[in-house]
């Protein structure tokens, strides 16, 4: 079933992984309706992640970013692999509700409510990837060549892609140069 309220991005969460370092990954809700959303979000894990914030109401065709942190983990999986999992629950409800009027049984299914769930499964990656740029032997380093050698910065120009580097660029950054007190 597809959703009709929620558009989740991205479909897997894709959690940078090292050993003893915490590190966040985010979550983009998109409201693909006229009305408000109000979501909860779920872990298989919660010892494991903090979700932040773990419910909320999106505005009519908005979108609003969670903020998923993994704890430091202290050993590495068989293979990387991971069982954790996420459910997005979401459903319809008037203008006006805040995360106080948020509460556990407004997900509870019943006949004739719709509320809607979304399955995310956790993929780790790693934190720091190799250069995609192969480093130069010494008779590469000799070649005179005439050529400039650019990098492409993926466009921003999609306003999916743009609000979701927008939300997330703060937590990329702190994951990146953490603030230590």
């Known amino acids: 079933m597809s959703n009709s309220l929620l558009r989740v991005s991205p479909s897997d969460l894709k959690m940078p992984f090292e050993l003893k370092k915490q590190n966040s990954a985010c ?6 309706t006229d009305q408000h959303v109000a979501f909860k979000v779920k872990t298989t894990n919660p010892r494991k992640y903090a979700v932040r914030p773990a419910s909320g109401v999106v505005p009519p065709r908005g979108s609003f970013c969670v903020t998923i942190t993994m704890q430091a983990p202290k050993e590495i999986p068989p293979d990387y692999h991971c069982k954790d999992k996420f459910l997005v629950q979401s459903i319809v409800v008037e203008e006006g509700t805040t995360v106080k009027d948020i509460v556990p049984n407004m997900f509870s299914k019943a006949p004739g409510k ?6 995310l499964r956790v993929i780790y990656i790693p934190a720091n990837p190799p250069s995609p740029v192969p480093e130069e032997t010494e008779e590469e380093d000799s070649l005179d060549s005439d050529v400039d050698h650019e ?5 921003t120009s999609d ?6 580097t927008d939300c997330c660029f703060e937590q990329i950054m702190l994951c990146l140069f953490p603030v230590n007190h």
């Open 27 to 32: 979550l983009e809700l998109y409201n693909k």
């Open 151 to 155: 990098v492409e910065r993926p466009s």
């Open 114 to 119: 719709l509320v809607e769930d979304f399955k």
């Open 159 to 164: 306003p999916v892609s743009s609000n979701f």
